[in-house]
């Protein structure tokens, strides 16, 4: 009768925050499966990490060094390792869903526009599951 039992630290209520309601990561189609399939291995590695963490700890969880908002619903996932730097444009859709719409190896400061409205493109193929 001893035993005292405190809270978890940092929650005011004592009961531990749950996990984030999953995420799901996908691509959208063989073509962009392809694309990623040409990287080196270890920037798809890079990519893979950023992957499993949003998948684990939710979209939210990424900071602009590994996602950046770029124009209108298309977004970028920025894996980079040994001096090389990728991009992975996406949209989320209901359900808590990342589609990769686009994979390509960036050699430019800027994500050259051709690669953004090839993106949104590819991402007006996607049934968002909103009604309007």
Do not use: N
Not at 92 to 110: D, H, P, S
Request: aromatic residues 4%; contains cysteine.
């Amino acid at each position: 009768m001893g035993s005292s039992t405190k809270p978890p630290r940092g929650t005011a209520s004592g009961i531990a925050d749950a996990p984030p309601e999953a995420w799901s990561v996908s691509f959208l189609d063989e073509t962009v499966v392809a694309e990623v399939d040409v990287w080196p291995v270890k920037l798809r590695a890079a990519l893979d990490r950023i992957v499993a963490r949003i998948e684990t700890r939710g979209l939210l969880s990424l900071t602009e060094e590994h996602a950046k908002h770029i124009r209108g619903r298309i977004w970028e996932l920025r894996p980079r390792t040994d001096g090389m730097t990728g991009r992975a444009l996406y949209v989320t859709v209901t359900g808590k869903r990342v589609i990769i719409v686009l994979c390509a190896i960036k050699k430019t400061q800027t994500t050259p526009k051709r690669w953004i409205d090839l993106a949104e493109t590819r991402a007006r193929t996607i049934d968002t599951g909103e009604t309007t």
